[in-house]
């Protein structure tokens, strides 16, 4: 018989690093159920609710098999439950090892809910350890730059426009700071969201009576999860901020790469991408396309999506969803792939990332100091007034551009400006002046820097 093909999405699959692809594929699954019945099988034992040699037998089975994930799911296609294959995959392995008797054992107290959100626990522990990570990088690489490019003047744009004067190092502190919020809000969410799925047939472990929440505590123990009071087989709003906490990290992510996208464009050149060479074009060979950036933002594209598909199986009737859980549990792993391949992407764009400052600095300086243009009206102001002051710098402004002659150099030639002082005069200036216009920002990026260090990441 011939293998049924699977569905290989080329396309996708170019958007996410190889190490993505081994967070929740079919190995880890397997493995985590196994490790599910396993522990259940010991803590049971601990507990005298089953005999030792029975779960001697199961725990052996669970070690040394060797699951066809296909025919798990050709068998839960047919049964709507990953738990049937499962259990009788088992079954078959103990009766071969001619430990039929333990097969009574098996899986006892337990359903099939309990088998997959656990496993499901498992490997987003896995998960987030390897999301956390490649954030933790990205932000010591943001601090470090920030730290040294806290006076480095560059442009701040509004409406994808020029406003004023930022430094390149707030830039990088502004960026660092919701990664690190979410790198803490990560931790802390998982302490609760991730724990130990077992309540039986309803959630309220009756075949298992007093021993249960003893078995539940053991098994908890056992695999690393927290043990909840209850179950939460559909209770899912601890489970579900946590997803939710990943959506906001990746709107991050993707907020940082689409501004590398933006100051590494040929017209801009404030930064190069650090994977800039290796992203060319089949027609044109001068080009140097930030692949990684892109690859960031296709990957959070689909994120939104995946949450609100998420948010959208919340409403489980009674004690077992019919369809929102089982659509939980296919989105759940799509989410946390296409946040790590966003991380991750934006950690390779980071890592190798050029800055130029004297760019930055041109970039500036050709717009003929129009970006200054608040600081030279508030000047003005005290002795024109503030109308007068706004009008002058407003209409000289525009000339400045056309004629690409300074601003304050305008200024300084009207009559009006002309009669003031000497120290008013010198006051236009200075405000002028990038390495003046850019202290608000180095003393921001100064305290956040300093806020951050009092914060453990």
Same mark, same amino acid.
């Given at each position: 018989? #011939? ?28 493995? =985590? ?12 034992? #601990? ?19 060797? @699951?066809? =994930? ?38 006892? $107290? ?8 656990? =496993? ?14 490649? /954030? ?60 130990? #799925? @077992? ?15 003893? /078995? ?31 959506a906001v990290l990746a709107g991050s ?14 017209? /801009? ?53 019919? $369809? ?22 934006v950690n390779s764009a980071l890592s ?86 850019? @202290? ?16 453990? @990441?």
């Amino acid at each position: 018989m #011939q293998e049924p093909s699977r569905i290989v999405n080329v396309f996708g699959n170019i958007l996410v690093p190889a190490a993505a692809g081994t967070l929740f594929d079919d190995a880890a699954l397997c493995r =985590a159920m196994l490790d599910f019945e396993s522990a259940l099988a010991r803590a049971q034992a #601990q507990e005298e609710v089953i005999p030792p040699s029975a779960a001697q037998a199961i725990v052996a089975a669970c070690d040394s098999l060797q @699951l066809d =994930a296909a025919a798990l799911t050709e068998g839960g296609r047919r049964s709507g439950a990953m738990a049937v294959p499962l259990v009788a995959a088992l079954t078959q392995a103990l009766q071969s090892a001619g430990q039929a008797d333990a097969v009574r054992h098996l899986h006892y $107290g337990a359903t099939t809910q309990d088998v997959v959100d656990t =496993a499901q626990a498992l490997m987003t522990r896995h998960a987030l350890g390897e999301l956390l990570a490649q /954030v933790q990088a990205s932000v010591q690489w943001l601090r470090d730059e920030a730290a040294r490019h806290a006076r480095t003047p560059m442009l701040a744009r509004t409406l994808l426009q020029p406003a004023q004067v930022t430094s390149w190092g707030l830039k990088c502190a502004q960026w660092a700071a919701p990664l690190a919020r979410s790198h803490a809000q990560l931790r802390q969410l998982a302490q609760r969201a991730l724990a130990l #799925q @077992l309540g039986g047939a309803v959630g309220n472990l009756s075949t298992l009576g007093e021993a249960g929440e003893r /078995v539940a505590a053991r098994m908890a123990a056992q695999l690393g999860l927290r043990c909840a009071v209850g179950n939460w087989h559909t209770q899912r709003d601890e489970w579900m901020r946590l997803g939710l906490e990943v959506a906001v990290l990746a709107g991050s992510l993707s907020k940082i790469a689409g501004d590398l996208v933006l100051m590494s464009q040929a017209e /801009v050149a404030e930064v190069v991408a650090g994977d800039a060479q290796s992203g060319g074009s089949s027609a044109m060979p001068h080009k140097r396309n930030p692949v990684a950036c892109m690859q960031a933002v296709a990957a959070c594209a689909q994120v939104p999506h995946l949450a609100a598909t998420l948010l959208s199986t919340m409403a489980q009737a009674h004690e077992r969803g019919m $369809g929102q859980w089982q659509a939980e549990v296919a989105v759940w792993p799509q989410l946390w792939v296409q946040a790590f391949a966003a991380a991750s992407a934006v950690n390779s764009a980071l890592s190798g990332l050029r800055a130029d400052p004297q760019r930055m600095a041109r970039n500036i300086d050709e717009l003929q100091g129009v970006v200054c243009s608040e600081a030279l009206a508030h000047t003005l102001a005290v002795s024109l007034g503030k109308p007068a002051a706004a009008a002058l710098v407003r209409s000289l402004g525009a000339q400045a551009i056309e004629r690409r002659t300074p601003l304050v150099t305008l200024l300084l030639a009207d009559p009006a400006v002309a009669a003031l002082d000497a120290s008013q005069r010198s006051a236009l200036t200075t405000a002028c002046d990038p390495a003046v216009a850019v @202290l608000p920002s180095a003393r921001l990026c100064e305290r956040m820097l300093q806020a951050a260090d009092s914060d453990a @990441l």
